[in-house]
């Protein structure tokens, strides 16, 4: 080997290395194995299940089929190959665009995807919207006065509202405002926003209060907590110093010097949304994605279940890569760690 040829290959080696050191590259990569993770776990906890969509499609009909029509519908439906090779089947067509069938909707995945996806993002982003709003105004509060009477307020408001389970607090009001003021909204078929704005947002507040509500608790913790960090720094001794107002200390020193953990505990509170919303969309009739997997797993269409969670899965790992960007844009110091 000669001298140029080998300083090129460790010239290449170095260039890998430092690709492979960035935090992108890095972050995209565990990104793909967490993905694929998810699919095997997803494909195996599937088939441990009793049952499968003969049973689901046929009930106790099921078991008056000859050994013929059950060997016809398990190769209809593709039961009668290995799983390693249902496996890399399902996997092929998702690589290829292809999300599989659902026969008991007679539509496309993919078609079931695209109506279900845009209810559960209106719904997380709404949540988080609310949760935002009252977690960094109650921790921003909570901790202007650690100890006093509005802290100790604001973290038993917070701590009621971290107990109280989405499904008790959702059906409770859902029951109250219908029975007592007429007010149901979530009984009448779901209206997307581009068909009927006033009903479609009629029919979101209160999904999005109850999951929103929920998660401003450990956003207000998180707020208060950061707050409370930053407080005790050097730098805003020497701000206050300078006679910057208490309100411009607060919001532009302070808080912006908070919001890390604020970032992480939103980036997270929201990919959890997407796949953790089936209890609300249940309880509120909301055709969401959530939905779409309960129903999947009470017929138990594999595809159904199988590639939606693989679809909530992406989304998840795409907010958190994009919540490492936010980090950049609020500390550019986190890159560097």
Known sequence: MTPTSSRTSSGTSSALLRLAAHPVPRRIG??????????????LVLRVLPGDQITASYGV????LSGSQRAQLRSYYGLDKPLAEQYFSWLGGILHGRLGYSANAGQSVAHLTAHALPVTLELAVLAIALALLLGVCGGMI???????LRDGAAQTLSLLALSAPVFLTGTVLARVLADSFGWNPNGETYAPPTGDLPLNLQQMVLPALVLGVSIASPVAQTTRAA???VRGEDFVTTVRAKGVTERALQVRHVLRNALIPVVTMSGLQ???LLGGAV???QIFSLPGIGRQVLLGM???EYAVVQSTVLVIAVLFVVVNLATDLVYRLVDPRVWSR
């Open 227 to 229: 707050v409370l960090d």
């Open 270 to 272: 929201f990919g959890f």
């Open 298 to 300: 009470g017929q138990k």
């Open 30 to 43: 565990e990104a793909v194995l967490t993905l694929l993770g998810v699919s095997i776990l997803t494909f």
């Open 61 to 64: 009909d099921a078991g008056d």
């Open 279 to 281: 209890v609300v969309e």
């Open 142 to 148: 909570a901790a202007s006065r650690p100890g006093a």
